[in-house]
């Protein structure tokens, strides 16, 4: 996909769309369900809550993804819609960021000391000469997995290992595709009782920025 094809997508939507950040809705569970093994505690973590046109507009797709926060420049904001394209489902998350990075979040009950496994799936559709991408992942506020330039894949499923330290967490992703799209989806984090991952430990990723 051509840049100002891309580009003339984005800017109809930032026309047309009401612009908001997304209100997290039911971010919490309970303590107790967090300390249970196998618990999901990631609320819409395969993006199917929310309709995938905008009920204001139904030829716009819909910017709001429901227990997520999304931040950055407001255009860039606006590329990270529900999807059609889905790993599992009938939606996922894609990431359409093109002039700066974008990010969403989403906050979850933890217990200091205890193991959690994040998973989720990620694609690229950008191919080379149109290559230039990057998608980052936080957990707590730190950056533990970053990926520069990533050439076409199918969702392909990442796992990363982490003990919280505090009662609640952030999972935090970043993106940045200026000439494709990058997609996102089943996002799940759950408890576990040992190590299962990939281990990212107390490592500084550092790519340049934030």
Do not use: R
């Not at 709001?64 to 998350?93: C, R, Y």
């Not at 009950?109 to 000469?129: D, N, R, V």
């Not at 730190?142 to 969702?155: A, E, L, N």
């Amino acid at each position: 996909m051509k840049f100002t094809k891309k580009l003339s997508i984005i800017v109809c939507s930032l026309t047309t769309a009401f612009l908001s950040t997304a209100v997290i809705t039911n971010t919490y569970k309970s303590a107790v369900q967090a300390q249970t093994e196998g618990q999901e505690l990631i609320i819409n973590g395969g993006f199917e809550t929310d309709p995938l046109a905008d009920i204001n507009d139904p030829n716009i797709v819909n910017s709001n993804v429901t227990a997520w926060v999304k931040s950055g420049e407001p255009i860039d904001i606006l590329g990270v819609t529900i999807s059609n394209f889905p790993h599992t489902g009938n939606q996922g998350l894609s990431l359409g960021s093109f002039s700066g990075i974008s990010y969403i979040a989403q906050t979850i009950p933890t217990i200091p000391g205890q193991h959690y496994q994040l998973t989720y799936y990620f694609a690229s559709i950008e191919e080379a000469p149109n290559l230039k991408n990057k998608f980052k992942v936080f957990i707590g506020g730190k950056k533990v997995s970053v990926k520069k330039d990533t050439p076409y894949q199918p969702y392909t499923q990442y796992t990363l290992d982490f003990k919280a330290k505090a009662t609640s967490t952030e999972i935090k992703f970043g993106s940045k595709a200026k000439y494709a799209f990058l997609y996102l989806d089943d996002v799940s984090v759950k408890a576990t009782s040992e190590h299962q991952g990939e281990n990212y430990g107390d490592e500084v990723i550092d790519d340049g920025d934030d």
